[in-house]
């Protein structure tokens, strides 16, 4: 069964930098885009970033364009996503995301929390 599992969110300091990870098992992983989406208190789910099926197309929300890097592992079944100059207003839980025959799947999601 598909399980994506998130890792490496917390609390940094307006300004800093966090690196999330996503580890992917049961299903092909290099054969299948990826995405992080995040979730603020009381807001809808938001896109984030997607990145190809072999790392070579990337796409960004506008608001964390030149801040966001999303990156894959394929040997790894691990997606990252690079997080820098964090802004209070990236405040969320952040998931990973798979679209595989048409069905979405998450996993249980990272907290980050930018406060000083």
């Known amino acids: 069964q598909v399980q994506l599992v998130e890792s490496g969110g917390g609390l940094v300091q307006p300004g800093g930098s966090l690196r999330l990870s996503c580890a992917a098992s049961g299903f092909t992983f290099s054969s299948y885009a990826m995405s992080w989406y995040r979730q603020a208190p009381g807001k809808e789910r938001e896109l984030v970033a997607t990145?190809?099926?072999?790392?070579?197309?990337?796409t960004y929300v506008d608001s964390v364009k030149g801040r966001f890097t999303i990156s894959r592992d394929n040997a790894k079944n691990t997606v990252y996503l690079q997080m820098n100059s964090l802004k209070p207003e990236d405040t969320a839980m952040y998931y990973c995301?798979?679209?595989?025959?048409?069905?979405?799947?998450w996993g249980q999601g990272t907290q980050v929390t930018v406060s000083s």
């Open positions: 990145i190809s099926s072999t790392g070579g197309v990337t």
């Open positions: 995301n798979l679209v595989r025959l048409g069905l979405p799947y």
